[in-house]
């Protein structure tokens, strides 16, 4: 059995995603780790990045992205699907730019992985997701924060990255395009492994959360929606009151230790109090679903209520 890591990235870097680490993180486990590197700013170090860690499993494919041909989001589908065209594992092991794998699961998720792996009927596996907000000792665990998500497929040319990356669907005769098609593209079916991802996407100083989003509004939106945003060249980024989220007492990946020693941002949070009216409510502010995410966390065993998911789970396997 063979594993193929695979991840793409744009300005990852000057961003201040940890792709570096995502990418360690797995390295032990994988065969091969395929890199989709787009055509980063002048200013951007991500290659240098990826070539310091110096692993001849790392291969690098050089990409232009093109919105307008992908618009909606669907570039970052596109740059998915062309690094999982360069892997050659049995299992592709998708990490993005923002998620990191702790290295007590590697064990586990090996083990699985070999298992299953003659299984036909298993197309992939579902991962279960830790989502940072603000800082690393704090995350979601409330109702719109997806708490499962595809992460590993099986290496055929049917299973495609799908919509804005998230997830993956079966598209037989895929027209190379419509990343957001609906019709004739088929949930997988998978297996859970009992291991998390940390998404790090929401842990930024203020202002690189700000130009974080700033980017993925132009990937989804538009370059011509974004510069009629005042918002995006005015206020750096308010992420609430931090005390009204879940705290974070466990350990982080050891690949993570560096990047955390850089959080200098704490002065910038706001740890209690209301949050501010000078800004809309984030989702999990919000009334109703601080009441659908107190139901699950505390009368349903922490399951989500009539979320959507992106899978069909194989009840057993």
Known sequence: MTIS?????????????PWKQAILSILPIVDEFVVALGDCDPDDTSRLEIESIGSDKIKIIDTVWDIEEYPRGMENAHQTDIAKSHCSGDWLFYLQADEVIHEKYLPEIKKRCTKLLDDAEVE??????????????HYHNSHKWYKQEIRIVRNHPDIHSWESAQSFRRIPGFDGLNYRVQKGAFNLKVAAIDAEVFHYGWVRPPKLMRDKNKALDIIHKGKDWVDNQQKHKVANYDYGPLNRIAKFEGTHPAVMKEWIEKFDWAGELQYSGKPSKARPPHKHEMLKYRVLSWIENKLNGGNAIGAFTNFILLPGK
């Open 124 to 137: 992939g596996f579902v991962l279960n997701y830790k989502h940072f907000w603000g800082d690393y000792w």
């Open 5 to 17: 890591g695979f991840t793409m990235a744009k300005n990852a870097a000057k961003l201040y995603y």
